[in-house]
C-alpha cells in the first residue's frame, strides 16, 4: 500500500511551460513534505518542503501547493527549462517518525527545448 | 566538497558472495539511512541508524544487515548476494528526519 503517491511516471513539457507534478498522500499524521530533485547518475537533493501548517511555498520558480483536507499537493516549476529535466521525488514525514522519510515513486519530467 | 561519499561507485559480485557497501559523511549527522532504487518502486528504505553503534531495520531489510561503527561511518552487508539485490543503493544523512543528504549511489550487480 502506498503512502506517497505520484500520479504520473513521466510528464513532458515544452521550455517555458509551467510542469506540475502531482502527489497524494494516505497519513493524516504526515506534517512535511520534501520534495527531491535527482538528475542521472547522482542521488537525489532537497529541491522545496512544506509544512502542513501551510498551503504554500515558494522559491524562486518553484512552488508547491498544499491542500490537507484533500491530503495532496503539487510542485509546479514555473518557466520550465531543459535543465529541469530530471526524476522529482515527492516524500512525506510525521514529527514522531520524523527520521523515516516516505518517498513516492518518481515522476520523470522532459523539458522540451 | 562532498559530505556523503559512498564507495565502491560500481560493483559486479557473485551470487552466494558478501558485499560490503561503505558509506562516509562529514556532515556530524546522528542518522544515516540505506536506500535501494529501482524503476517503477521509487526509494526503499532498507536499514537506518540513529548513531554510532545503532542500527535499525527498514521497509525492506530482509538479506541486508548494517553496521554503524561511528558517527561517520555506515555500512551495508550483503553477506549472500542474490541477482534480486542488483539495484542502485543510495546512502544519506539527516539530522531530526527533515531533509537527507544523499551520497551519489553505488550501482551494484548481481551475476
Known amino acids: 500500500q502506498q503512502q506517497v503517491r505520484q500520479s504520473s511516471q513521466s510528464l513532458t513539457v515544452w521550455e517555458g511551460e509551467t510542469a506540475i507534478l502531482n502527489c497524494s498522500y494516505e497519513?493524516?499524521?504526515?506534517?512535511?513534505f520534501p520534495w527531491y530533485q535527482q538528475f542521472p547518475g547522482e542521488g537525489p537533493a532537497l529541491l522545496i518542503a512544506i509544512r502542513s501548517v501551510s498551503d504554500k511555498k515558494e522559491d524562486g520558480r518553484f512552488t508547491i501547493f498544499f491542500n490537507k483536507r484533500e491530503k495532496n499537493l503539487s510542485l509546479h516549476i514555473k518557466d520550465s527549462q531543459p535543465g529541469d529535466s530530471a526524476t522529482y521525488f515527492c516524500?512525506?514525514?510525521?514529527?514522531?517518525?520524523?527520521?523515516?522519510?516516505?518517498f513516492g515513486k518518481g515522476t520523470h519530467l522532459h523539458v522540451l527545448p | 566538497e562532498a559530505a556523503v561519499t559512498q564507495s565502491p561507485r560500481n560493483k559486479v559480485a557473485v551470487t552466494g558472495g558478501k558485499v560490503t557497501l561503505s558509506c562516509n559523511q562529514t556532515?556530524?549527522?546522528?542518522?544515516m539511512y540505506w536506500y535501494r532504487q529501482d524503476t517503477g518502486h521509487g526509494l526503499r528504505l532498507i536499514h537506518y541508524?540513529?548513531?554510532?553503534?545503532?542500527?535499525e531495520k527498514g521497509d525492506i531489510p530482509d538479506g541486508y544487515k548494517a553496521s554503524r561503527p561511528s558517527q561517520e561511518n555506515f555500512s551495508l552487508i550483503l553477506e549472500l548476494a542474490t541477482p534480486s539485490q542488483t539495484s542502485v543503493y543510495f546512502c544519506?544523512?539527516?539530522?531530526?528526519?527533515?531533509?537527507?543528504?544523499f551520497g551519489p549511489g553505488t550501482r551494484l550487480t548481481v551475476l
Open positions: 497519513n493524516s499524521a504526515f506534517d512535511y
Open positions: 556532515n556530524n549527522h546522528n542518522n
Open positions: 516524500a512525506a514525514s510525521e514529527g514522531t517518525n520524523a527520521y523515516k522519510v516516505i
Open positions: 544519506a544523512s539527516g539530522e531530526g528526519g527533515r531533509e537527507q543528504y
Open positions: 541508524s540513529y548513531g554510532a553503534g545503532s542500527t
